[in-house]
């Protein structure tokens, strides 16, 4: 191989020191739901003490994954690390919630523990609450694997930067993509293949709200498109499948895509039936 080559490939590696490693990230992502999810976990703890022990040890694995990959922001690693198990509680409180938005949204879903168990919209929304504090900390890199690494297991895409309220539910959830500039408010229920995306995703917009603002008792049923930083979805809006929307809509508003559908059949007159899905 091409000794010039190969040198630029030694340059690359020795740079990616500073940036932290997938699966360190992708490890500690999972320990943490092990401790705070005994459905993530191979085997249940047996004493508190245990428990403390558990995070201790992860708080001492994420100063080292800070430390080794120097991607920490404006903080000590050390503090950085504190200020982020500070939230823990805060974020097992939020989680329980979705947990229950989805256990009472979905008629298919038994309990609490089928949901943690098994629906992957739970896992994303999981990963993004951790991933969320750390993008508020300022933490690089970090957040954003986190939530790639979501997308990868589920097909749901969530960027960190989105803020999203309480009781949030996702139900199926393959294809959902949530940009970075999104505020979603409580008691939203998402289906599969929805975007709240942008209109322009010209660089010079990064520092711009790009994304839509959704209000508290939203509906949004699957494939629907809401586009743009201004567009605001009132409250208790339901918006239905399909749906391509770049502008603001009222609280309490339906809007639906209007389709026409064909029906025939060998002795029936050829008509069009007209549908709102």
Known sequence: MDTHFLHTLLQAHKASEAIPRKEAVYGFAENLLKVL??????????????????????SLDFVQLLKSSQCHAHLPDTLLTKKFFSFLPVIYTQLLKDAEAIVREDPAAKDIHEVILTYPGFYAIAIY????????LDVPYIPRMLTEYAHQKTGIDIHPGAQIGSYFCIDHGTGIVIGQTTIIGNHVKLYQGVTLGAVSVEKALANVKRHPTIGDYVVIYANATILG?????????????????????????????????????????????????
């Open 37 to 58: 999810f005994p459905q993530f976990a191979s085997k249940s703890f047996s004493s508190t003490a245990e428990i403390q022990d558990f995070v201790e040890k992860l």
């Open 129 to 136: 609450r951790m991933a969320h504090v750390l993008y508020k």
């Open 229 to 277: 930083g201004e567009v605001v979805v009132g409250e208790h809006s339901v918006i239905g499948g399909n749906v391509w929307l770049t502008e603001s809509v009222p609280a309490y508003s339906k809007v639906y895509h209007k389709s026409q559908i064909k029906v025939s059949g060998q002795k029936a007159v050829e008509q069009y039936l007209e549908f709102y899905i």
